[in-house]
């Protein structure tokens, strides 16, 4: 018979069921962390060899310590192994391969393997929780929870969720901010990491979500998806700008998230120890979008790069502290919101500056066409800024520019397309005896003048153009040459060369494995 191994079995489940509901875990988990208690003390008590199982009843907390025993014609090791004629004389179906359980009489846990198996069942239900825990919390980023806390050391505070500790670092509490035990705070579940330690739960009341969260707890229309979020930038306890936009026309999304007499907005900005909050209208237009951002400021001009991501913004002169802000402050937050980069000019520079390449560009034309300050400028008031755009223009275009005799706008062209013409004859020349491969003007899309400046860079053939990284390319060429875009894919085009023998390879053994011998 099986032998029976009992302490108090009522007692038993009793214990497994509060551990349970402390630990908020499966009351399965802490039976099965008994089991291996008592198992790890039986293989103490009958030697560390066997494979010593134990088995609780989850019904009755009978205990049963039984041996495992596998079924072999010639037995090695005496304490895992039996042979066949013996496990046919217990069981009759018994065969080789097949496992076999003897029942072993209960054990008297002395002081030492009692306090081994409590070690043993601690870190069981520890890892329970730890489990729980992660799962529980790793679904909740992104939630604003509040906590209390728990203890403050260097900075760091340790917060009490009630089913959890989350980690409220130094770097993610407000300036001036200051927190005791006991205080209860609010913050942002930005990441849930599984350490050696158990899982972390990461919190901050400075990440732009949080300020986000705030707003769809107090302003109903953003809870209910009525009023889109679109962006948040921060400057963590002194400024943020928050873009905003209705999905309902004739709701107002500044007016709501603002509230009656700024309650709403008052509500997250005493929760952020006074942060200002800048709320923007937010539009499908960059250049709408980007002249809301920099409010306060009133803006003049904006004129977008997009192949840069940059914006060039005029202001009037008396506006430059107002939107650059204190120590750049409302530039660089209208940046973080928008994702362009912001330039700011004022009315006077930006007047002196299109003088100046007025001036250049007037210069520019008499030099290379041989013609006088009235006629160069005339062509620089019609939107002519190199001698290519003059050399490439339609000749009824040229022809029809007012002020300008139709055979003299002909000619310029012809003087234009035959100074091109010299000037990458020349490059031409220089390239090839930098010593410039041929292979990097079909390429396409490097003109003469760009081929002479990668030779003069040590840029000579497809697999040094190959091995460049696209701002190294945009560096050599030099600024307003080439949009990262047109390096990136002119630098893979270059690279394809090393893939195609890799590729005929794999096409050949696609071949090989789907030809099938002829039948006749």
Same mark, same amino acid.
């Given at each position: ?25 499966? +009351? ?11 198992? =790890? ?76 198996? =409590?070690?043993?069942?601690?870190? =069981?239900? +520890? ?33 009490? &969720?009630? +089913?959890?500790?989350?980690? *409220? ?33 990461? *919190? ?36 943020? =700008? ?51 951002? &920099? ?41 973080? *919101? ?101 292979? &990097? ?60 023998? $890799? ?8 071949? $090989? ?8």
């Amino acid at each position: 018979m099986e032998a029976a191994y009992s302490l108090n079995r009522l007692e038993l489940l009793q214990v497994a069921d509060a551990v349970a509901r402390e630990k908020t875990i499966d +009351r399965d988990i802490v039976l099965t962390a008994m089991e291996d208690a008592i198992q =790890k003390a039986a293989r103490s008590r009958y030697g560390m060899e066997n494979d010593i199982r134990a088995e609780i009843d989850r019904r009755t907390g009978e205990t049963r310590i039984s041996r495992l025993l596998e079924v072999v014609d010639t037995v090695e090791n005496d304490a895992t192994q039996i042979a066949v004629e013996d496990a046919v004389a217990r069981n009759p179906d018994a065969q080789v391969g097949d496992f076999i359980s003897e029942p072993l009489p209960p054990i008297d846990f002395g002081r030492i393997a009692a306090q081994s198996a =409590k070690q043993v069942i601690v870190q =069981k239900v +520890r890892e329970a929780e730890r489990d729980r825990q992660h799962n529980e919390y790793k679904d909740r980023i992104g939630e604003v929870i509040n906590g209390l806390v728990k203890r403050v050391e260097y900075g760091n505070i340790t917060l009490d &969720l009630g +089913r959890a500790e989350a980690i *409220l670092r130094r770097d993610e509490v407000l300036p001036r901010e200051n927190f005791r035990q006991g205080d209860r705070v609010r913050a942002y579940i930005y990441d849930v990491r599984r350490e050696q330690r158990g899982p972390q739960i990461f *919190l901050s009341r400075t990440h732009p979500q949080f300020m986000a969260k705030l707003f769809a707890q107090e302003v109903p229309e953003v809870y209910d998806g009525i009023i889109e979020i679109k962006s948040v930038a921060r400057d963590p306890g002194s400024r943020a =700008k928050i873009a905003v936009f209705s999905n309902d026309g004739s709701i107002d999304p500044v007016g709501a998230c603002v509230g009656m007499r700024g309650s709403r907005v008052q509500a997250v900005v005493n929760e952020l120890q006074g942060e200002k909050v800048d709320i923007i209208p937010w539009s499908a237009d960059p250049a709408t979008f980007i002249v809301n951002s &920099l409010a306060p400021a009133e803006v003049s001009k904006v004129v977008l790069d997009e192949d840069a991501n940059r914006v060039e913004v005029v202001v009037p002169d008396d506006q430059l502290s107002l939107a650059i802000g204190r120590r750049g402050q409302n530039v660089r937050l209208a940046s973080q *919101l928008t994702g362009w980069s912001i330039d700011i000019l004022t009315e006077r520079e930006d007047s002196e500056r299109r003088q100046t390449e007025f001036r250049e560009r007037s210069k520019l034309f008499m030099d290379t066409l041989g013609i006088d300050e009235t006629t160069a400028q005339l062509l620089v008031s019609e939107g002519f800024a190199s001698v290519e755009d003059v050399a490439y223009v339609e000749e009824s275009e040229i022809s029809s520019i007012s002020g300008l005799d139709e055979g003299l706008g002909i000619e310029l062209r012809q003087r234009a397309i035959d100074y091109v013409a010299a000037r990458d004859a020349k490059f031409e020349e220089e390239r090839k005896s930098l010593g410039v491969e041929d292979a &990097l003007v079909d390429l396409g899309g490097l003109s003469p003048e760009m081929l002479v400046k990668l030779g003069n860079a040590g840029v000579k053939t497809l697999d040094d153009f190959a091995d460049l990284a696209s701002d190294e390319l945009i560096e050599i060429l030099g600024d307003n040459q080439m949009s990262g875009e047109d390096a990136n894919t002119l630098i893979m085009a270059a690279r394809a060369h090393w893939f195609e023998g $890799e590729e005929a390879d794999a096409s050949a053994d696609a071949g $090989e494995s789907t030809d099938e011998p002829a039948t006749t």
